[in-house]
C-alpha cells in the first residue's frame, strides 16, 4: 500500500493534472482583464469558477468512460464544430480531448485547400480523416467551409454552392448508413461578443496570432454570414444529421453545455476492466548505470 509521502506525491500528481485546465482559464481571465480595463462597464457576470471545474472535471471523466466504450464497442465517431470565427469551438474542442487518448479521439483541423484539392471531388480531401473502428474524430471545421466562408468570400461559384447544397445532404447520409455516428456543433455568438473577442485579440500579444486577415475581413461581412448560416442550417439540417445549435456568448456554459449534450449522444456504459498489477522491476548484479556528461542536461534555470 501507499505511505504518506506516496499518497502526498498522488495528490500533487492529480492536482498537476487539474493545472493544465487551471492555466488555460488564468490565461482566459488575464484576457477579460486586459480589455475590461477599458471599459466602462465589467462585463456580465459568468458560471462560478468553482462550479465550473467541478462540472468540468466531471463531464471529461464521463468522456474518458465514453472514450473506452467507443473502443470496447468499435464505434466510429464524427464530431464537426461549426460557428464564426472567434466563437469558441477551439476552447471546446480542447476539454473534450484534454484527458482523452489522441489515439482514439483526434481533431482534424485542416489548411486552405490546395490547388490540386480544389480541382478533386469536394468531400474528397475530408474522407482520409474519417474515423476507423474505435475511433473519434472531432473537425475543427469541415466540409461546411463550402457553405461558410468559400461562400461569402467568393472561393467558389454559385453552382459549387448548389452542387454542394444538393451532394451533402447524401454524403452524410452515407456517412450514417456506413455506421459513423455524425454529430454536428454550431457555435452561436452575438455581433457584439463577436467584436468585444476580437478587441481581446487585439490588445493581447499572446493572443494576436488568432487573428487573421481573413478573420478581420469577417466583421465586415457580419451579415452575409448571417445569411449564409440561415441557409445552411435550412438545407442541411437532415434527420440521419441534425444539428445542434450552441448557444455560446457565455464560453464556460457553451463548452459544458456542449460537452453534456454529446456524452447524451452516444450511449455508453461502464467497460468491464481486468485488474492492473505492476510487475516487480527485474535487476541484475552485472549491470552498472552508465550516467550521461553533464553537457547533456538541460541547465536547471528554475
Known amino acids: 500500500m501507499f505511505n504518506d509521502n506516496n499518497l502526498n506525491r498522488i495528490k500533487a500528481e492529480i492536482a498537476d493534472s487539474f493545472d493544465e ?54 464505434l466510429k465517431v464524427v464530431v464537426l464544430f461549426e460557428g464564426r470565427d472567434s466563437a469558441g469551438k477551439g476552447g471546446a474542442i480542447k476539454r473534450v480531448t484534454q484527458r482523452l487518448n489522441p489515439r482514439v479521439c483526434r481533431v482534424v483541423a485542416l489548411p486552405a485547400p490546395t490547388e490540386r484539392e480544389r480541382n478533386q ?46 451532394s451533402v445532404p447524401e454524403f452524410e447520409r452515407m456517412l450514417v448508413r456506413s455506421g459513423i455516428i455524425l454529430i454536428k456543433y454550431w457555435f452561436s455568438i452575438t455581433d457584439d461578443e463577436q467584436e468585444f473577442r476580437f478587441r481581446m485579440r487585439i490588445h493581447d500579444p499572446l493572443k494576436q496570432w488568432k487573428l487573421s486577415p481573413m478573420d478581420l475581413e469577417s466583421r465586415v461581412h457580419w451579415e452575409d454570414y448571417t445569411k449564409a448560416k440561415e441557409e445552411m442550417l435550412e438545407r442541411t439540417h437532415i434527420p440521419e444529421a441534425p444539428w445542434w445549435i450552441v448557444e455560446a456568448v457565455d464560453k464556460k456554459k457553451a463548452r459544458l453545455n456542449c460537452i453534456a449534450h454529446l456524452l447524451a449522444q452516444v450511449p455508453y456504459e461502464d467497460v468491464p476492466k481486468a485488474a492492473v498489477e505492476l510487475p516487480e522491476r527485474v535487476r541484475h548484479d552485472d549491470y552498472i548505470r552508465r550516467e550521461p556528461p553533464d553537457e547533456m542536461y538541460v541547465p536547471e534555470v528554475y
Open 121 to 166: 471531388w469536394y468531400f474528397q480531401r475530408y474522407v482520409p480523416h474519417l474515423p476507423t473502428a474505435g475511433e473519434m474524430v472531432l473537425f475543427d471545421r469541415s466540409w461546411y467551409n463550402r457553405a461558410g466562408v468559400e461562400r461569402v468570400m467568393g472561393f467558389c461559384t454559385p453552382d459549387e454552392l448548389e452542387e454542394f447544397f444538393r
Open 21 to 74: 485546465e487551471l492555466e488555460m482559464q488564468i490565461e482566459e481571465d488575464r484576457l477579460d482583464d486586459l480589455i475590461s480595463e477599458g471599459m466602462s462597464e465589467a462585463p456580465a457576470p459568468t458560471l462560478e469558477r468553482r462550479i465550473y471545474f467541478r462540472e468540468l472535471f466531471r463531464l471529461q471523466h464521463e468522456l474518458v468512460k465514453l472514450q473506452d466504450w467507443v473502443q470496447h464497442k468499435k
